[in-house]
C-alpha cells in the first residue's frame, strides 16, 4: 500500500481533495489526522504515537473497514489483508472483479488423514458458528519462534485456533521441527506467521473464510501470495514438500495442492 493508493482511500472516503500525487504532504497528513478521529474506534490502539509510515496505512487501513473491505486489524503494518482488501476496492472501484477460482486440481495430492475433517459446505456443524467461543478456544504450542508476517519485530510461540485443532497443529509445527531442524525451518522461512483466526469472509470470494472458524493457518504470506501458482510461489518447490506431506497426515489441507494457488494457506476443511 503505498501513499497514493492512500490519498485515494482517502478521497472515497470524502475526506482528501489535494492531488493524487504520492506525496505525504501536509494536507495529506491533516487528512490522515481526520481519519483516525472519525474511525478512532477501528483502531488497535491510538495512533499518536506512531511514525509516519504507519500512520498513513492505518487511515488506508481505516477507510477500507469504514467501506467494508475488512483490512484485518487496523494496526498500521500492510499484511496481506490489508492488500487483498485494498485489491479488492481497486477492483470494485475499476467495474472488474477479485474473484479467485478454487476449483478442485483432479488428481490432486491428498492423504486419508484429511478425510477426518469435513467439506468447506459442512463446516458449521462441525465446527459451530463460525465467529463463536469455540473457534478460538484451542492454543498452538508451537516448537519454534515465529515471527509475525506484517512486523517480524515481533514473535509468537504460541497462537489460538479451534479447540478441535490445538492438537494436529501443534503436531504438525512439532513434526516440521523434527524433519528439518531450526536451521532450515528458518532458511526455508516456515517460521513466519501470516494468522489463524479472523471472522471474515474468503478472500476473492463472498462466503465465510476457513479463518473464520480458527480451522486454517497462513505462512509466510509475502512470498506465496494468494494469487500466485507454483510458478511463483516459494512454498511449492521441493524443499516443501516435506512439510506439506506433514500437513496432510495431520488431517490438513494445503491450498497450493487443491485448488494451485495460496500457496501459504493450509486449512481443515476439504473442498
Same mark, same amino acid.
Given at each position: 500500500?503505498?501513499?497514493?493508493?492512500?490519498?485515494?482511500?482517502?478521497?472515497?472516503?470524502?475526506?482528501?481533495?489535494?492531488?493524487?500525487?504520492? &506525496?505525504?504532504?501536509?494536507?495529506?497528513?491533516?487528512?490522515?489526522?481526520?481519519?483516525?478521529?472519525?474511525?478512532?474506534?477501528?483502531?488497535?490502539?491510538?495512533?499518536?504515537?506512531?511514525?509516519?509510515?504507519?500512520?498513513?496505512?492505518?487511515?488506508?487501513?481505516?477507510?477500507?473497514?469504514?467501506?467494508?473491505?475488512?483490512?484485518?486489524?487496523?494496526?498500521? #503494518?500492510?499484511? /496481506?489483508?490489508?492488500?487483498?482488501?485494498?485489491?479488492?476496492?481497486?477492483?470494485?472501484?475499476?467495474?472488474?472483479?477479485?474473484?479467485?477460482? =478454487?476449483?478442485?486440481?483432479?488428481?490432486?495430492?491428498?492423504?486419508?488423514?484429511? @478425510?477426518?475433517?469435513? =467439506?468447506?459446505?459442512?463446516?458449521?456443524?462441525? #465446527?459451530?458458528?463460525?465467529?463463536?467461543?469455540?473457534?478460538?478456544?484451542?492454543?498452538?504450542?508451537?516448537?519454534?519462534?515465529?515471527?509475525?508476517?506484517?512486523?517480524?519485530?515481533?514473535?509468537?510461540? =504460541?497462537?489460538?485456533?479451534?479447540?478441535?485443532?490445538?492438537?494436529?497443529?501443534?503436531?504438525?509445527?512439532? &513434526?516440521?521441527? +523434527?524433519? #528439518?531442524?531450526? +536451521?532450515?525451518?528458518?532458511?526455508?522461512?516456515?517460521?513466519?506467521?501470516?494468522?489463524? #483466526?479472523?471472522?471474515?469472509?474468503?478472500?476473492?470470494?463472498?462466503?465465510?473464510?476457513? /479463518?473464520?472458524?480458527?480451522?486454517?493457518?497462513? @505462512?509466510?504470506?509475502?512470498?506465496?501470495?494468494?494469487?500466485?501458482?507454483?510458478?511463483?510461489?516459494?512454498?511449492?518447490?521441493?524443499?516443501?514438500?516435506?512439510?506439506?506431506?506433514?500437513?496432510?497426515?495431520?488431517?490438513?489441507?494445503?491450498?497450493?495442492?487443491?485448488?494451485?494457488?495460496?500457496?501459504?494457506?493450509?486449512?481443515?476443511?476439504?473442498?
Amino acid at each position: 500500500m503505498n501513499v497514493s493508493d492512500i490519498q485515494q482511500l482517502l478521497a472515497a472516503a470524502g475526506w482528501y481533495s489535494g492531488a493524487i500525487d504520492g &506525496d505525504a504532504g501536509a494536507k495529506t497528513l491533516q487528512t490522515v489526522a481526520q481519519a483516525e478521529t472519525a474511525q478512532a474506534g477501528a483502531y488497535v490502539e491510538p495512533p499518536s504515537g506512531w511514525p509516519q509510515a504507519r500512520r498513513l496505512i492505518g487511515a488506508g487501513q481505516a477507510v477500507l473497514f469504514q467501506l467494508g473491505f475488512e483490512p484485518g486489524a487496523v494496526d498500521g #503494518y500492510a499484511g /496481506h489483508n490489508t492488500v487483498e482488501a485494498l485489491t479488492a476496492w481497486q477492483s470494485e472501484r475499476a467495474g472488474t472483479t477479485s474473484t479467485l477460482s =478454487r476449483s478442485a486440481i483432479v488428481g490432486a495430492k491428498s492423504d486419508p488423514a484429511q @478425510l477426518a475433517y469435513p =467439506r468447506q459446505k459442512d463446516m458449521p456443524a462441525f #465446527y459451530g458458528e463460525a465467529g463463536g467461543a469455540q473457534c478460538t478456544a484451542g492454543k498452538v504450542q508451537l516448537a519454534y519462534p515465529m515471527k509475525i508476517a506484517w512486523n517480524k519485530a515481533q514473535t509468537v510461540t =504460541r497462537f489460538s485456533c479451534h479447540e478441535k485443532l490445538s492438537e494436529p497443529l501443534t503436531g504438525i509445527f512439532r &513434526d516440521a521441527l +523434527a524433519h #528439518y531442524g531450526q +536451521a532450515d525451518i528458518e532458511r526455508l522461512e516456515l517460521d513466519v506467521f501470516g494468522g489463524c #483466526y479472523n471472522l471474515r469472509k474468503m478472500r476473492g470470494g463472498a462466503a465465510l473464510s476457513v /479463518h473464520a472458524y480458527g480451522a486454517a493457518v497462513d @505462512l509466510n504470506p509475502e512470498k506465496n501470495q494468494l494469487r500466485w501458482g507454483a510458478d511463483r510461489a516459494q512454498f511449492a518447490a521441493e524443499d516443501y514438500a516435506a512439510f506439506w506431506r506433514i500437513v496432510m497426515a495431520h488431517g490438513g489441507t494445503p491450498a497450493g495442492y487443491a485448488w494451485g494457488a495460496d500457496w501459504m494457506h493450509f486449512q481443515f476443511a476439504r473442498l
